[in-house]
């Protein structure tokens, strides 16, 4: 599915539940803004967020979320970053030789973070998995097709009960459709985590 085409597929307040096409790669793009709920994360069977990050951890710039090298074990190469800012700033990595490709994007606090997704997403998704917490903070994988091997898959995580990141893998050619694309989703999710700890300083 091409994401530019689902960009407004959910109407959530600032996160949209849909996978990447494997030629774009950038994260899922967020849906029209509806009014933000009234309660107080977490809501909606969604779990606190432990141990959270500084209320500034998402403030930076997405491109900056992975090293060098991470791009490169991901990907095969150190690949440049495209930023995007609308409407929520993310960065997208697309190897053209193999089409193999992740995006990040970073929620607002106005987003409500994970509570969002249980109460919004959730219900649309074809297939949504509770991960097991990525450096102790709670995750969620989801994709819009059903089954183990979905062409892209986005993970969810909460750094905060109201801050949130996605990541969105798709798999090279090759590999479309014969293999899981969360798992490799969940570890980009954690070099993701890495360096945004060691912003924080820990």
């Known amino acids: 599915m ?12 600032l996160l949209a539940a849909a996978c990447s096409s494997p030629t774009d790669g950038t994260a899922t793009p ?11 994360p977490p809501y909606g069977g969604a779990p606190k967020v432990e ?8 403030s930076g710039d997405p ?13 095969g190469s150190a690949l440049a970053g495209k930023p995007d800012s609308h409407p929520v700033p993310s960065c997208s990595w697309t190897n053209t030789e193999t089409t193999a490709s992740i995006g ?3 929620y607002p606090a106005s987003n409500d973070g994970l509570s969002n997704a249980y109460v919004n997403v959730k219900p649309q998704m074809k297939r949504w998995d509770v991960l097991p917490p990525i450096q102790g903070f709670p995750a969620v ?4 097709q059903p089954g183990p091997t979905p062409n892209t898959c986005d993970v969810l995580v909460g750094v905060t009960d109201r801050l949130s990141f996605l990541v969105d893998v798709a798999p090279r050619t090759g590999k479309m459709g014969k293999v899981d694309p969360c798992p490799l989703a969940a570890d980009v999710a954690n ?3 890495t360096t945004l ?4 300083g820990r």
Not at 2 to 13: D, E, F
Not at 51 to 58: C, F, I, Q, S, T
Not at 197 to 200: E, G, H, L, P, R
Request: glycine share 4%; net charge neutral.
């Open 191 to 193: 070099d993701v985590l």
């Open 30 to 40: 967020p849906g029209s803004a509806t009014a933000p709920s009234s309660q107080t």
């Open 51 to 58: 141990n959270p990050l500084p209320d500034n951890a998402l």
């Open 2 to 13: 091409n994401l530019r085409a689902i960009t407004a597929v959910l109407g959530l307040a």
């Open 63 to 75: 491109c900056q979320a992975l090293t060098s090298q991470q791009i490169t074990d991901q990907l």
């Open 197 to 200: 700890k060691q912003k924080a």
């Open 141 to 144: 994988a989801y994709a819009t």
């Open 104 to 106: 990040v994007s970073y």
